[in-house]
């Protein structure tokens, strides 16, 4: 099945830097990647999607970028704010079976005022 | 918006019980999921549904059970608690089609004494 890696676990940056998380999917096959963030209290949200027939998509301070060829695929969050605070995932799916999603670890972002 | 509504946001339960907790949808969606979120373990698949009675194993079903009765609403089923399976526990609901982001509920924080 899918496997997806999440880099890093956490990440702490200072309040106007930009924020990079990363990962990596097993599977050639998928062809979704969603972007959570998870406030404390809250499930996850959704901040931002691409598909695989497209390389970036932006949207205000947040962009993700994907390279089908590598299997890989980040986040950019750029002038961070303490509201950005938050668990972020990726998810990789094949757009089948449901719209099964695999999902990685997790990332910790803390930014510091 | 797209509502999706667990039960309980906490929930302490003894070794041996039987425990539903309980997910509702307002978008009459076909595709449901529970997760299970933990520590640095990201989201892990349980089970999902794709229609009514119908329903698969995720990657992690040992000790747990689904029922689908109605389109809006899927139930996870621990049929005898154990204290491994102290959680926090995520609906989700999948868009309308594959290819789509899903839709999460707040989560239930489960404890098993």
């Known amino acids: 099945g899918e496997n997806v890696e999440q880099h890093p676990s956490t990440l702490s940056v200072q309040e106007g830097d930009s924020a990079v998380i990363k990962c990596t999917y097993s599977?050639?096959?998928?062809?979704?990647f969603p972007w959570y963030k998870q406030e404390l209290g809250k499930g996850p949200q959704l901040i931002i999607d691409i598909r695989s027939n497209v390389g970036e998509k932006k949207d205000q301070r947040i962009a993700v970028t994907l390279n089908k060829t590598a299997k890989h695929f980040s986040l950019h969050i750029t002038e961070t704010q303490p509201e950005d605070s938050a668990v972020y995932f990726c998810?990789?799916?094949?757009?089948?079976?449901?719209?099964?999603?695999?999902f990685g670890d997790g990332t910790t972002l803390t930014v510091k005022p | 918006d797209v509502k999706v509504t667990q039960s309980s946001r906490y929930l302490v339960k003894r070794t041996g019980e039987k425990v539903f907790l309980e997910c509702v949808q307002d978008?009459?969606?076909?595709?449901m999921f529970w997760y299970r979120q933990d520590p640095g373990l990201g989201l892990r698949l349980i089970y999902f549904s794709y229609d009514v009675k119908m329903k698969e194993k995720g990657d992690i079903p040992e000790g747990y059970s689904v029922s689908r009765e109605k389109k809006e609403r899927f139930s996870l089923i621990l049929e005898s608690a154990s204290t491994n399976q102290t959680s926090m526990y995520l609906c989700a609901l999948g868009g309308d089609t594959n290819n789509q982001p899903q839709h999460f509920g707040d989560g239930t924080r489960l404890s098993i004494l």
């Open positions: 978008m009459d969606h076909e595709n």
């Open positions: 599977d050639s096959a998928s062809n979704y």
């Open positions: 998810a990789a799916s094949m757009g089948t079976n449901a719209g099964k999603s695999t």
